[in-house]
């Protein structure tokens, strides 16, 4: 079997900013919800895809935000799409798929956790991490657990993280830590970018790791001034470093109701006619190739 845990919330995003705005007949704005919905429908609809769960951040603020101030919030959210979180949720629990409403957690930690859980069960072929956000290529482990970008068709292995990133999926909180990270609010360490933190992880792997001699480097094609500059800005921020890596790396001990048969679709519930015909677009449900 293959499990594919999705991003909730950035499905919601996506469809918010790309799918047409629609007003159910009480006045709400449902489109990203309702579009949302389309999607699963249409996954659901591929005769591979047997075992799902939708994580959401239920609210936006998260353990992260007690940890950095600086850290991504919900202010500036279009109340339009910030109303349609409750309405996704519904929607996709009526479809009959298991739903993670994070509120302590991200929905980055969830997934991370479902795919730590269920990674080494004989029965499950691969675990596909269906978002295109980069904390997840941290969860990449060979072909096994691997990402997919549902949008562009995109699937990302062991292999495709390092040909992206440069560095090996262990490294990829370290990675995030240096060259910062503007959708979740911290900036990384002055003068690293993303040639400089691959070359010196791909080589050192974990922050702690890169000597303070830079003389030991070796990095090829990079001069030693250059290197110096990195070492001097890293000593410096050091304790910044290591609290964005912190920030970077998904917690894999989200407790998580559900064990591998509750993720199993068996089909969606007679309520999702209901609060489909509510927000005003009867025919998803048409679509639907099994019930329940």
């Known amino acids: 079997m293959k499990i594919h845990l999705v991003d909730g919330t950035y499905e919601l995003f996506r469809n918010y900013y790309g799918a047409p705005p629609k007003k159910a007949p009480d006045g709400r704005e449902a489109g990203a919800a309702l579009g949302l919905l389309r999607s699963l429908v249409a996954l659901l609809g591929q005769p591979e895809v047997t075992h799902v769960a939708y994580a959401f951040d239920h609210v936006i603020e998260s353990f992260r935000n007690d940890l950095y101030p600086g850290y991504k919030t919900g202010e500036g959210i279009d109340p339009d799409l910030w109303n349609q979180f409750q309405i996704a949720e519904d929607l996709v629990a009526a479809a009959g798929v298991a739903v993670w409403p994070m509120v302590e ?174 927000l005003g677009d009867s025919s998803i449900p048409e679509r639907v190739t099994a019930w329940q």
Not at 105 to 129: C, H, N, P, Y
Not at 181 to 208: C, M, N, Q, R, T
Request: charged share 30%; glycine share 10%; net charge negative.
């Open 105 to 278: 957690f991200e929905a980055d930690d969830a997934m991370a956790a479902g795919a730590t859980r269920w990674k080494d069960e004989k029965s499950v072929e691969q675990i596909l991490l269906c978002s295109p956000d980069k904390d997840l290529a941290q969860m990449v482990s060979g072909t096994r657990v691997v990402g997919w970008d549902r949008r562009r068709d995109i699937v990302l292995d062991e292999e495709g993280v390092f040909r992206k990133f440069g560095v090996t999926p262990q490294s990829i909180p370290d990675y995030l830590a240096l060259v910062g990270d503007s959708a979740d609010g911290y900036p990384g360490i002055p003068g690293w970018g993303a040639k400089s933190a691959s070359g010196v992880l791909s080589k050192f792997v974990h922050l702690e790791f890169i000597p303070e001699d830079v003389r030991t480097w070796g990095i090829k094609g990079m001069a030693p001034g250059r290197a110096a500059s990195l070492a001097a800005n890293l000593e410096q921020h050091r304790e910044d470093a290591l609290l964005f890596r912190r920030l970077a790396t998904l917690r894999t001990d989200v407790p998580l109701a559900e064990n591998l048969g509750d993720l199993e679709w068996r089909g969606a519930l007679p309520e999702l006619t209901e609060l489909c015909t509510d």
